[in-house]
Nanobody, 121 residues
């Protein structure tokens, strides 16, 4: 069955860095666009970054220049390097597989369970 397993979350101080990973299995990884989303309590899930099989990328304006999405197709693994973290980046981060290169959850049908990122000031 389809599995997306995130790891790498944690607690850091503002200005710090984290690298999230997402191990995918149970589907043909290269046939899907992969994305990172995040959700804070009381807020809607929002797109952070997404990548195509040929490594085209898109980013939310709030993370441009600070976050970098990448992937290892041979390992079916997605990454999100997060630098210069801010308290407003605090959220549960989810990995997802979808059908278009857009940052909207409606286009992503497979989801992981999430990994928590907490940034303190």
């Amino acid at each position: 069955q389809v599995q997306l397993v995130e790891s790498g979350g944690g607690s850091v101080q503002a200005g710090g860095s984290l690298r999230l990973s997402c191990a995918a299995s149970g589907f043909t990884y290269n046939n899907y666009y992969m994305g990172w989303f995040r959700q804070s309590p009381g807020k809607e899930r929002e797109g952070v970054a997404a990548i195509s099989s040929d490594d085209s990328t898109i980013y939310a304006d709030s993370v441009k220049g600070r976050f970098t999405i990448s992937q290892d197709n041979a390992k079916n693994t997605l990454y999100l390097q997060m630098d210069s973290l801010k308290p407003e980046d605090t959220a549960m981060y989810y990995c997802a597989a979808g059908v278009v290169l857009l940052l909207h959850p409606r286009y992503f049908g497979y989801w992981g369970q999430g990994t928590q990122v907490t940034v303190s000031s």
